[in-house]
């Protein structure tokens, strides 16, 4: 049994379907995806489309959580003011460019899914259980992770958010952040997302990369009107 898991997408339709190729090329049993559908790229509606019309599970991000809602914070972390500036910019061309199916479609997703691989529970989220935006960084004390495989009620721990992917196993549940689709900020522009494979009764996972066009990405957010610098960190995976 192969389970593929997609998050953070950030209206990067390009590299969704450079993910799907790939996903559809290895052959896997079900594909879901840990949210974060819009926000910083393009093309917000036509991947909420895609994603909705090809019926997979879904969660919302934080982004989501705003945009289908009409508000004005996405609740992401900034570390300067410039980052805050163009995090505000960002939030208010998406606000302007989602049309109303995929607000629709977005408000309705669940903060989590559950779901069997045997008899391996695997819980997706996209921040943390506890909270859609909190920041499960592969640096954060082993005790936080300890107390999270506690209190998850899984075997396997499914995230996204950071755009950084790493695995890692803690109290016997095993972690696993899936990356980035769409906004890789690990220095490796291509695509990423997990892949869940079911053998002997465990569950392993390995982190996939796909190679798409991202300086062809990266000009559509120029001539949309995004912030340039946007651009250039797709490029630069930062």
């Given at each position: 049994?192969?389970?593929a898991?997609?998050?953070?997408?950030?209206?990067?339709?390009?590299?969704l379907?450079?993910?799907?190729?790939?996903?559809d090329?290895?052959g896997?049993d079900?594909?879901?995806c840990?949210?974060?559908?819009v926000g910083?790229?393009?093309?917000?509606?036509?991947?909420?489309?895609r994603?909705?019309?090809l019926g997979?599970p879904t969660?919302?991000?934080?982004?989501?959580?705003?945009?289908a809602?009409?508000?004005?914070?996405?609740?992401?972390a900034?570390?300067t003011?410039?980052?805050?500036?163009?995090?505000?910019r960002?939030?208010?061309w998406?606000?302007?460019?989602?049309?109303?199916r995929?607000?629709e479609?977005?408000?309705?997703?669940?903060?989590?899914l559950?779901?069997?691989m045997?008899?391996?529970?695997?819980?997706?989220?996209?921040?943390?259980p506890?909270?859609v935006?909190e920041?499960?960084f592969?640096?954060?004390?082993?005790?936080?992770y300890?107390?999270?495989?506690r209190?998850?009620?899984?075997?396997?721990?499914?995230v996204?958010h950071?755009?950084?992917?790493?695995?890692?196993?803690?109290?016997g549940?095993?972690?696993?952040?899936?990356?980035s689709v769409g906004?890789?900020?690990?220095?490796?522009?291509?695509?990423?997302?997990?892949?869940?494979?079911?053998?002997?009764?465990?569950?392993?996972?390995?982190i996939?990369?796909?190679?798409?066009?991202?300086?062809?990405?990266?000009?559509?957010?120029?001539?949309?009107?995004?912030?340039?610098v946007?651009?250039?960190?797709?490029?630069?995976?930062?």
């Amino acid at each position: 049994m192969r389970i593929a898991v997609v998050t953070d997408i950030h209206a990067n339709l390009a590299a969704l379907e450079a993910t799907l190729d790939a996903i559809d090329a290895i052959g896997v049993d079900a594909v879901y995806c840990g949210g974060d559908l819009v926000g910083y790229g393009p093309r917000p509606s036509e991947v909420c489309h895609r994603v909705e019309e090809l019926g997979i599970p879904t969660v919302y991000g934080n982004y989501d959580h705003a945009i289908a809602r009409d508000l004005t914070d996405c609740g992401c972390a900034y570390v300067t003011p410039e980052d805050r500036e163009i995090g505000q910019r960002s939030v208010a061309w998406t606000l302007l460019h989602t049309d109303t199916r995929s607000k629709e479609f977005m408000y309705g997703l669940p903060f989590e899914l559950r779901f069997r691989m045997g008899e391996q529970r695997v819980l997706l989220v996209h921040g943390s259980p506890r909270k859609v935006n909190e920041y499960l960084f592969e640096d954060k004390p082993a005790s936080l992770y300890e107390r999270l495989a506690r209190t998850s009620d899984c075997d396997v721990l499914v995230v996204g958010h950071t755009h950084r992917p790493w695995i890692r196993e803690y109290g016997g549940v095993l972690f696993v952040n899936c990356g980035s689709v769409g906004k890789p900020r690990d220095g490796d522009p291509r695509a990423s997302f997990a892949l869940l494979e079911l053998a002997d009764g465990r569950v392993s996972a390995s982190i996939e990369r796909v190679a798409y066009d991202a300086e062809q990405v990266a000009r559509e957010i120029v001539a949309a009107g995004l912030p340039g610098v946007l651009a250039e960190r797709l490029v630069a995976a930062t």
